[in-house]
């Protein structure tokens, strides 16, 4: 099929370069506009407590004020504040009042009540209109009140910061504004740079760039926007970055199996038109399958609780097939129209094969000793593997996805430290009745008494209809719970935990407890995400399983490549958390890093492995012995594999740029993992078992005989007559 799809390219190659012009241009200007969100509880399903507190907070309490910016003042010298800098405060309160700043609703005074307990802060609540919360007037009324608030508050001697969700938002966007800028243009020069040295070319250098930027990359982004549209997903602002990562890593490995192979046909003696034929003929399967299963891979993901997940995979997903599609059809058409010299320009030596090159060493070296090679690959896995036991999740993601001198974050850490670590975004009881009559007051107190009973609460306020904690209809309500530890730490997650199971067994007769609040959510993220591994990965696992024995007709080489995989998986979190973790001392790793790892270094590491195993089938097919067929196929796939992962880790390593726990963390575990896929995976574990496994490997076909296979399609030879079966 693709021999027959790689003669069609060559023969109409401006024909499909222009089909691919003209549907770009059609998807990217009839695309839908998404915005991200950056809400966390939009990202969980409905059924969860968390999310079921919320939307009983907004039914009984729908004028309850919840701050939307906090107003930290201090004083230049850090003394404690005077009556002087009381007035000061007023004075600025009242002039950012006075300028009716829009979605400001009210910005409450400062009091007693509202200074930290060594008088060096204080705090004031601004309330905003929530339900635009995704609109980019929420974000600009913190940047106006921090550019407006600084002025008001010039020669009083004070310092004014803006903090909470409004000014998060904004720094998180202009934090992934800087981010995508970063990546995008770290990944373009390491393409560039490292495809161009591989062939010593500058047009094959900026080739991929060229297809991923111009082509692939729009027409991505303008499907997923109309998926994200017509289905209602959530995105998040690290989408776009991944998406560049994504769409120029896996468009360079594409291009960079074509390239190798078509310079491979090349010095066989065919012409350029018979060579792109050719190579779209050999490696077209390859990449489909790989594409195949990094989709199914990332698709699974749709299954997941957690909304950025569910629009992620799927996102990444068409991300992958469209780059594929490019790379199987436009990628050629461009190499057939474009003279080979032209291609490999300036290199002056593309046509001779390197002798003694060390990947033929290496094919060798696994050939000879493929047991020792299992063992030692194996056991480097294993090792690193291990120090995965220790992992520990943190569901800090605003803290971590910016770096510390972010003025959202300085505030926040200024809050833990003056006031309350709790105190910052304490938590919710919320007692409602279940028969509709009115809650008996008298039970608070003893109700209040067990909930501050539990360990990691630290005050629990009583709900009074005063302090309008109570529904106008009696029925519901608040118990505002102070934790003792910071809203985002494992401890107090832990703490809901027991809280919850506390409310729930103490509620009086005809009620029901629910607790809310950003650290209920953040356990139910935990919940859910337990959830996710018990179901999405081994999900994936029987799918890819299912697209590797279709494609290799065998039973047995499946369970040992995705065991290789889970085993590269394990070994990058092991690797990850023992310097961040152990090493840098971090107290955990962000709760979505596994994910993270599964999404590339599975999907690339599957990705990787067909591609080797591939050629080594096509190899034992030519009649060369299971040893033989493994040394040749490392030999020949293993400089396409070793440059493909040595690009794709780089271009993720630049997330280590960014400045960030999170992406430093990400960045690591990325292109380590690609590393371990593509250097110790594919290139020795993956041939080496093969190897020791021999015919054993592709039962119950014969996968690895009977020259090209029964109704495989043999490559033409430069004048249009079938290839003798000793050529590759």
């Not at 930027?213 to 289905?231: E, S, T, Y």
């Not at 996805?401 to 809050?415: A, C, F």
């Not at 008298?442 to 008494?449: I, S």
Request: hydrophobic letters at 50%; proline letters at 4%; a neutral charge.
């Amino acid at each position: 099929m693709f021999h027959r799809l790689g003669h069609f390219v060559v023969r109409r190659a401006w024909w499909v370069i222009a089909a691919w012009i003209v549907a770009a241009i059609a998807i990217v200007g009839t695309a839908a506009s998404v915005t991200s969100s950056t809400d966390e509880s939009s990202f969980l399903p409905k059924n969860y407590e968390s999310i079921r507190a919320s939307k009983l907070q907004g039914e009984a309490f729908p004028a309850a004020f919840s701050p939307s910016a906090l107003l930290l003042f201090e004083r230049n010298d850090g003394q404690p504040l005077s009556s002087a800098d009381d007035a000061s405060i007023d004075k600025v309160i009242k002039g950012l009042t006075a300028e009716n700043i829009p979605l400001v609703q009210h910005i409450l005074p400062v009091n007693a009540e509202s200074k930290s307990k060594d008088g060096k802060y204080a705090l004031s609540s601004v309330g905003m209109d929530k339900t635009k919360r995704q609109d980019a007037a929420f974000a600009d009324a913190a940047k106006t009140m921090r550019t407006d608030g600084t002025k008001l508050a010039d020669g009083t001697g004070l310092k004014f910061q803006v903090g909470g969700e409004a000014a998060s938002d904004l720094d998180q966007k202009d934090s992934s504004g800087a981010t995508d800028v970063i990546v995008m243009l770290g990944s373009l020069l390491l393409v560039i740079l490292i495809v161009g040295i591989i062939f010593r070319s500058i047009l094959a250098g900026v080739l991929p760039v060229l297809l991923a930027l111009l082509v692939a990359m729009p027409v991505a982004n303008g499907l997923i926007a109309d998926a994200v549209d017509a289905f209602g997903l959530k995105t998040s602002t690290m989408t776009s970055a991944i998406l560049i990562i994504v769409v120029l890593g896996v468009g360079t490995d594409y291009f960079l199996f074509l390239a190798f192979r078509y310079r491979e046909r090349l010095r066989m003696g065919e012409d350029r038109k018979t060579a792109v034929a050719n190579a779209v003929g050999r490696v077209g399967e390859a990449i489909a399958s790989a594409a195949g299963a990094v989709a199914v891979a990332f698709a699974v993901l749709a299954l997941s609780s957690l909304g950025m997940f569910t629009s992620l995979g799927p996102a990444l997903a068409i991300a992958v097939v469209v780059t594929a599609l490019v790379s199987v059809t436009l990628g050629p058409a461009v190499l057939a129209v474009i003279p080979s010299r032209g291609v490999f320009w300036p290199g002056k030596k593309w046509m001779q094969e390197p002798k003694g090159a060390r990947f033929a060493a290496l094919g060798r070296l696994t050939g000879r000793k493929p047991g020792l090679v299992a063992l030692v690959s194996g056991g480097l896995l294993l090792v690193l593997a291990l120090a995965g036991v220790n992992y520990s999740g943190t569901y800090d993601l605003a803290g971590a996805s910016m770096p510390k001198d972010k003025e959202s974050i300085v505030v926040q850490d200024k809050l833990m430290t003056g006031y309350s670590a709790g105190a910052t975004d304490p938590s919710h009881v919320f007692l409602t009745s279940t028969n509709g009559t009115k809650l008996s007051e008298t039970a608070f107190k003893d109700f209040a008494d067990k909930l501050k009973g539990v360990d990691g609460v630290a005050e629990v306020t009583l709900p009074t209809a005063e302090s309008k904690t109570i529904s106008q209809d009696g029925t519901t309500a608040d118990f505002t719970v102070m934790l003792k530890d910071s809203p985002v730490s494992n401890k107090a997650i832990d703490t809901i935990d027991t809280l919850r199971g506390k409310a729930h067994a103490a509620a009086p007769a005809d009620t029901q407890a629910l607790v809310g609040g950003v650290t209920a959510i953040y356990k139910d993220i935990n919940i859910a995400m337990a959830h996710d591994y018990k179901l999405v990965f081994p999900i994936a696992a029987v799918i890819i399983m299912l697209i590797l024995g279709l494609q290799l007709r065998s039973v047995v080489a499946p369970w040992y490549l995705m065991a290789s995989v889970g085993l590269g998986f394990a070994a990058t979190l092991g690797a990850t958390t023992l310097l961040f973790q152990n090493i840098k001392g971090e107290p955990g790793l962000m709760f979505m890093l596994p994910i993270f790892i599964y999404l590339f270094v599975v999907a690339i590491g599957t990705d990787y492995n067909i591609l080797i195993i591939a050629r080594l089938r096509e190899e034992a097919r030519e009649g060369r012995s299971p040893r033989e067929a493994a040394a040749e196929a490392v030999k020949h796939g293993g400089p396409t594999v070793g440059a493909a992962g040595f690009i794709l880790a780089a271009s993720f390593a630049t997330f280590m740029l960014a400045g960030n726990v999170l992406f430093m963390e990400l960045g690591f575990s990325l292109a380590f993992g690609i590393v371990l896929a593509a250097f110790v995976m594919s290139m020795f574990f993956t041939p080496a078992l093969t190897a020791l496994l021999g015919h054993r490997a592709w039962w119950p076909g014969h996968a690895d005989t009977g020259g090209h296979g029964q109704g495989q399609v043999r490559p033409v030879g430069a004048h249009g007559a079938p290839e003798p079966a000793g050529r590759h």
